[in-house]
Each structure stands twice: as structure tokens, then as C-alpha cells.
């Protein structure tokens, strides 16, 4: 791995920044200084369901993006994407995430978009991807189901062939973005007889669809974070497969990799811990923390400071990776289960080093500590050594994929 940029990379830097600097929304700039410990406040919901000022500044930071292809940096120029090399890409999100400008597109710039790339026929290409890259289709992630989290493999929703469509009966749970999105993609059982992990086929569909239905499930922390989403008798088009019958898994596995890699979280993480140092440092906190346990903490927080940087490294490896020609696979694990873990260990700190007043849980009550960030973190950050593979199953992905150790 190379620390230092090259003229090149610099000079692509500098761009960005000014670019972020001249052009992102004052909404944006505005939302910046706020901390969203549950990270429900993202440009999908802003497009979707936001108010009139958050649908504004939605379209016009995703206008602005799109003049230099920068909405889908990662995407080949010949879709609407800036063709960016991974180091440029690396770059680019360092730069997002510093700001705290938004990604946009959601899951389907991110996730779907580079999927269909890889396993989508020419004709899906020209249909789903320039109006996911407009923010005309906004998706969301059916994968999960009451009884296929952590081995989504044995999962039973059933689209059966009738002529030139499959329909769908089932129930998929944690449906991300749900109720922000006009269309789903997911996994579905095309042969029940076939072994679970190749009896499955990937589709995406319209939201709208009769017989598909979405109803919240509302998180520990008072927030509409997911869903739950039924299929009756669901009629999809058989040319909205998106790979091979029954080769979905593979599709999926595809996905995953693109979702458990990202520098956002290590910057994140940074800039969570500034910000408790900062409080500790004020007159407010210097009352606060005679009543908790930050002079027990400082040792923890720095060792956490330290592991932020760990974390950018681990981030930086995966792009270098790809920078060489290799294809990174349980490193994108390691970095998924070390982020995770982290931010629940940050969080554990953060509300130690306050005592009680880390009870508070409003943000705008004036004895919160750090307006209560570490707080309302400890309780959002719960899911993330669930969500998108669980830390168990990251390990065993380590274990097998990168110590080669046999299976259990």
C-alpha cells in the first residue's frame, strides 16, 4: 500500500474537495453539524419522503453530481458513471465522508447498479440503470426472511414459472428502505428441491406490484429503520431475472461484496470520538465528567482512536487490492465486522466516560452529553453486527476464504 497520493491523485483531490466545497447544498452543509446517530437521514429518504427543502437539495446535489458522473464514481462512463479508478474512488468517498456530503442513489447506485453490470444482459443494463442513476427508481434490499437471516440460503419465499412470468408467495423481513423506495430487489426459491444454495433466483421488481405489501417495524431507538414485506401471488416479468435461474445465490454473493466494503465508517468513527474529546474539553463536560468515568476512559478512547486508524487502513488495503488487478473478498469481511464492532465500542465508551448524564436520551436537552450522540449510537449500533452478515458469519468467511480453515 502507497500512504501518500501521487501528483495525480492530489490534484484529483483538490478537485473534489472544491467541488464539495462550491456545490453542496447549505441543507447539506447544515445537516453536516448535526449528528444522525441512527443514519435514517439519507439522500433516499430525502428524495422519497423528505420535505419540500430536503427533496430540493436531493435533486440538486444529485444534478451536480451527475456533471461530472460522480453520482455513480465506480460505474463505466458508457452508463452515466465517472469510470473512476479504485484509488480515485477511495479518494472521492475519503473526501465524501469528511464533509459529510451524501452519497447518493441509495442501494441501487451502490449495490444493484454493479451487480447488473456483472450478471445483467445488455437490454436490463438499458432498462434499470439510467433511471436508477436519475433517482426515478429508488430500491430497496429483500434478502432476509423470519427464518433466513445469518443463513439466507435456507430462505423459502417462492416464485414459481407461469408462462413468461414467476409468481411470487412469501414474507421477507428487514426490507431496507422499504418505505423509500418504488422498487425491491432480492433473492427468491425457484426449485425446493434443489440444494438451498441452488435453488434460488435473483429478481427485481416494481414496488408497486399488486400484492406486495410493506409495514415498519420501528427500531429500539423510536425510528422507522425497516420492514417487513408480504407477496401475494406476485406477478414478475420472467426478463426482470437478473442472472441465470436457480444461479441467483451467486448474483447475491455479488451484491454483498459491494456492500461490505466502504471508508465511510473509519471517518465516521473519527469524527465521533473528536467529538466527544471536544465535549470532555468544555466547560460543560469538564462538569459532567467528575460525575462519570473519563479519567477511567482516556486509556479506552485512545486506544479506539487508534483502532479508527486501523480501520482506514483496512479500507485503504481493499482499494490498493483492487488498484493491483487482485479481488479482495474476506478482506471486505474483515473491515465490515471490525467497523461494527468498533462503533459499539465507541459508543460503550463515550457513554461511560459521562456517567449519568448518558441517560438522557434528547438530543436538545441542555445536560446531554455530546447532545446525547453516544448515547443514541450505543442503542442504533445494536444492529450492526447483525445486519448485512453478522460478525459470526464475516469470521467464518475469514476463516475459510482467507486462513483456509475447513468448514464446521
Do not use: C
Amino acid at each position: 500500500m502507497d500512504w501518500a497520493d501521487s501528483d495525480a491523485q492530489a490534484a484529483f483531490r483538490t478537485e473534489v474537495r472544491s467541488f464539495i466545497e462550491d456545490r453542496l447544498p447549505a441543507f447539506y452543509k447544515a445537516r453536516a453539524q448535526e449528528a444522525d446517530p441512527s443514519g435514517e437521514n439519507d439522500w433516499q429518504a430525502d428524495i422519497a419522503i423528505g420535505d419540500d427543502d430536503a427533496r430540493e437539495a436531493a435533486l440538486e446535489w444529485a444534478e451536480a453530481l451527475a456533471e461530472h458522473g460522480w453520482a455513480a464514481p465506480h460505474w463505466p462512463t458508457e452508463y452515466g458513471g465517472a469510470g473512476l479508478t479504485s484509488m480515485e474512488q477511495f479518494i472521492f468517498n475519503s473526501e465524501m465522508a469528511y464533509t459529510g456530503a451524501p452519497p447518493v442513489g441509495g442501494g441501487g447506485l451502490r449495490l444493484l447498479g454493479p451487480t447488473i453490470l456483472v450478471h445483467g444482459t445488455e437490454e436490463q443494463k438499458q432498462k434499470f440503470l439510467a433511471p436508477t442513476l436519475r433517482g426515478e427508481m429508488l430500491w430497496a434490499q429483500g434478502f432476509s426472511e423470519p427464518g433466513a437471516g445469518s443463513d439466507l440460503a435456507s430462505l423459502q419465499t417462492r416464485a414459481v414459472r407461469d408462462g413468461d412470468e414467476y409468481v411470487i408467495n412469501g414474507q421477507k423481513m428487514w426490507t431496507s428502505s422499504g418505505h423509500k423506495s418504488n422498487w425491491i430487489f432480492g433473492m427468491f426459491r425457484t426449485d425446493p428441491d434443489a440444494p438451498k444454495h441452488r435453488g434460488i433466483s435473483f429478481f427485481v421488481m416494481d414496488r408497486t406490484t399488486p400484492g406486495i405489501s410493506v409495514r415498519p417495524i420501528v427500531s429500539m431507538g423510536f425510528r422507522h429503520a425497516t420492514n417487513e414485506t408480504f407477496y401475494e401471488d406476485v406477478r414478475v416479468p420472467a426478463d426482470q431475472m437478473i442472472g441465470e435461474e436457480n444461479r441467483g445465490w451467486y448474483v447475491g454473493m455479488t451484491l454483498l461484496d459491494y456492500e461490505r466494503s466502504g471508508i465511510g465508517g473509519a471517518i465516521g468513527n473519527r469524527q465521533f470520538l473528536d467529538r466527544i474529546i471536544e465535549h470532555a474539553n468544555s466547560a460543560e463536560g469538564m462538569a459532567q465528567r467528575e460525575h462519570g468515568g473519563l479519567e477511567r476512559s482516556r486509556l479506552e478512547l485512545a486506544e479506539h482512536y487508534v483502532a479508527s486508524e486501523v480501520m482506514f487502513n483496512l479500507s485503504l488495503r481493499v482499494a490498493s487490492m483492487q488498484a493491483a488487478g487482485m479481488l479482495p473478498n474476506y478482506e471486505a469481511s474483515m473491515g465490515k465486522a471490525f467497523y461494527t464492532e468498533l462503533r459499539q465500542r465507541v459508543a460503550r465508551a463515550g457513554m461511560k466516560a459521562f456517567g449519568l448524564y448518558s441517560n438522557i436520551w434528547d438530543p436538545d436537552d441542555s445536560r446531554a452529553a455530546v447532545a446525547a450522540e453516544p448515547t443514541q449510537v450505543y442503542v442504533h449500533a445494536v444492529v450492526l453486527t447483525i445486519a448485512g452478515g453478522s460478525s459470526e458469519i464475516q469470521r467464518n468467511i475469514i476463516a475459510t476464504r482467507g486462513l483456509g480453515l475447513p468448514r464446521g
